[in-house]
């Protein structure tokens, strides 16, 4: 389990980050998601020990990562794909990795099953390796020591659309067999897709926090898109129902979950042909609670936040 409790950081008079308080939970895979410069980053690098707090703090099974004897094995983090010697191969990273761990040598050749890495592209040096390349040798590093818990930041970018899809299936995976997964991105999409929970902040700050149904809960552009062989039968049972309706494209637009949408179809035998929640819901709080945030912000010192 990973606890940030009131977490403020701050470089001279700019806080990058003000008050956090979240917890990422065993089993479940969490999302962090904000704006460029919305403080993923700071948080992250506070969590392993890489910048220090200002006020507040962050434990990781109970135990300040400062604190953990030989780390790797316990949290996997991946926060800069880049952040390894260029001139050394992939494979002699993670064997460097291995011999620090004190893992055995057979554990690199797993690794570079796990993430799609060939004995040829394991050759390589990093220098030569492509972003996607990259982003696989780093989760494949973050892995490495069995954790139970993964700390990754933008860890898609790069990835062709089968290395996310491969992503979300591994990062789910992990969950489903007990690990603790903190996911940050500044891509909803990405991260909505694989999330069981999400958090979003903006300016430091959390502005949001719950599942995806519990953001959405009680706010209007979410609902149901649905069309249906009668469209008129059915918008009538709809509004009969109680629900709100308006034309959408060929189909209709319901202020409902698709659960009570189809109830309403199935108990009156209309036939759909579409039933999917309405684009837009989700993706439309995070850019209304982070509005003013969608922007890169650089600290006094350089830091990307």
Known sequence: MIRVSSLTKQYGDFT??????????????????????????????????????????????????????????????????????????????????????????????EMLDLVSLSDTESSRRLRNYSLGMRQRLGIAHALLGDPSVLILDEPANGLDPAGIRWMRGLLKDYADRGGTVLLSSHLLNEVELVADEMILIGRGQIVASGTKQELLAGRSGGGTHVTALDVASLSSALESAGYTVSAAGDGLRVEADPVQVGQVA??????????????????????????????ESITSEGVAV
């Open 16 to 109: 990058a980050v003000k008050d956090v308080t979240f917890t990422c939970r065993p089993g479940r895979v969490t999302g962090f998601l904000g704006p460029n410069g919305a403080g993923k980053t700071t948080t992250m690098r506070v969590m392993v020990g890489l910048t220090p707090a200002t006020a507040g703090e962050v434990t990781i099974g109970g135990h300040h990562y400062r604190d953990i004897p030989n780390p790797g094995r316990h949290v996997g983090v991946l926060l800069d794909a880049s952040a390894q010697h260029a001139g050394r191969t992939g494979r002699e990273i993670l064997a460097l990795g291995a011999k620090q761990m004190g893992l055995p040598a057979g554990r690199v050749d």
């Open 266 to 295: 199935a108990d009156k035998q209309i036939v759909l042909t579409d039933l999917r929640p309405a684009e837009g819901g989700l993706e439309n709080l995070f850019l209304e609670l982070t509005a003013d945030t969608q922007r």
